[in-house]
């Protein structure tokens, strides 16, 4: 079954810290593994787009790493800031099917001051 | 560019009950797809559109209609509205390669009372 798995589902930490969201799949034909951001209220924004043969993947603050063998993903968020607090989804892009995005149930963060 | 453009913002409908769910793009994109957001569950994919005239079902099209009569604009219809079709809905546009980036609205918040 095609399947992406997030954790933790919540997380909470404090201005200035770092953190790190997994992401677990059983998704084929794999194509593209992708991390959104979601703010409260609104349409999820792409963070970064990577492919099978893409390890590592940086977009300012947030770095996304890929292990295709494992089958595993992270989101690394470094120096977080109050604007970090959302939902981040991980979304699984197959090569061939219907169903092409199978999308993670999100993890959501929030950053205290 | 405006993007992806949704309207309502919010619509509460009484059972029985239709409407339009409206969504255009100005990206040229021949492909777009209609998800709903439920709490605790991914993004599912409702119906999707490889291009004007073509329209094809996702995972939940029970109860929803769609038709693409341009390439900018993607309705959403909701034939005989039921409580459980109280969610977030979702419009989404991409181009046809394997790594275009997603592009999503900014949501419709329906209540099916």
């Known amino acids: 079954k095609n399947q992406v798995e997030q954790s933790p589902q919540s997380l909470i930490i404090l201005e200035g810290k770092n953190c790190t969201l997994q992401c677990n799949y059983t998704v084929s034909p794999f194509s593209n593994l992708r991390w959104y951001k979601q703010d409260t209220g609104r349409g999820p924004v792409s963070l970064t787009i990577?492919?099978?043969?893409?390890n590592t993947k940086s977009n300012g603050r947030y770095t996304a790493t890929l292990d295709a063998d494992t089958k595993q993903s992270s989101l690394h968020i470094t120096a977080s800031q109050l604007s970090d607090s959302a939902s981040y989804i991980c979304v699984v892009r197959r090569e061939s099917g219907t169903y092409k995005y199978i999308f993670g149930t999100g993890t959501r963060l929030k950053v205290l001051a | 560019n405006a993007g992806v453009t949704q309207t309502p913002k919010f619509q509460v409908l009484k059972t029985g009950q239709s409407m339009t769910l409206q969504c255009a793009q100005d990206?040229?994109?021949?492909?777009m797809s209609w998800y709903r957001q439920d709490p605790g569950m991914g993004l599912r994919l409702i119906h999707y559109s490889v291009g004007a005239g073509i329209t094809d079902q996702g995972e939940v099209p029970n109860g929803y209609n769609v038709s693409r009569s341009t390439t900018e604009d993607f309705p959403l219809r909701l034939l005989s509205a039921a409580p459980s079709q109280t969610s977030v809905y979702f419009c989404?546009?991409?181009?046809?390669?394997?790594?275009?980036?997603?592009?999503f609205g900014p949501g419709t918040r329906l209540t099916v009372t």
């Open positions: 990206m040229n994109h021949e492909y």
């Open positions: 989404a546009s991409n181009g046809p390669g394997f790594t275009y980036e997603q592009y």
């Open positions: 990577m492919t099978f043969s893409e």
